[in-house]
């Protein structure tokens, strides 16, 4: 039986020195808490719903028309670039976990917590992505309560994420007035 030696700030060292084992699981040490294949899971849909939204978002961007739509314009865009970078995050923390990042075209949309929209109407299209968001900020906040403290890594991805997902909202929401 191991002795546990213990510092005086309390960490367990025997612990800490099995973290050197298994190295084939890269950053995912004994220590890690959370339910893997759930969060895998659980972010791959979140991957599925940032991929959707870029492709929302540029639809928007490619398709927008009319007089004084510019600013619109280059706010679609420039939503579009963040969900991919979102969408990069989750991806790679999807395969620090040991996982594989599901980029699936053909269930795509079955997986995504929001929808695509193909409106013609600049309003509606603003409604379509205000609506997106909200979807998306939701789900964020049940996956960051589902985590907890388990996986701290995922968490705070996750609370970086929501809140730029909170100022597309904002910011869609002050398009539509």
Excluded: W
């Amino acid at each position: 039986m191991e002795e546990k030696t213990h510092l005086a700030h309390g960490f367990d060292i025997a612990a800490i020195r099995r973290a050197a084992a298994n190295l084939d699981d890269g950053a995912v040490t004994e220590g890690y808490q959370a339910d893997r294949e759930a969060v895998i899971a659980m972010l791959n849909d979140a991957l599925a719903t940032e991929l959707l939204c870029v492709l929302r978002y540029k639809r928007h961007y490619y398709t927008v028309s009319g007089p004084n739509t510019g600013h619109i314009k280059a706010e679609f865009l420039e939503h579009a670039q963040q969900e991919q970078d979102h969408a990069d995050r989750i991806a790679e923390r999807i395969v620090q976990l040991n996982g594989s990042p599901n980029f699936n075209p053909a269930t795509l949309t079955a997986r995504s917590h929001a929808e695509y929209d193909d409106s013609e109407d600049v309003q509606a299209m603003i409604r379509a992505n205000l609506i997106a968001e909200r979807v998306a900020i939701e789900s964020y906040r049940q996956m960051i309560a589902a985590i907890g403290d388990k996986d701290p890594t995922t968490r705070s991805m996750l609370v970086d994420i929501m809140s730029v997902e909170e100022e597309h909202a904002d910011d869609m929401r002050d398009l539509l007035a």
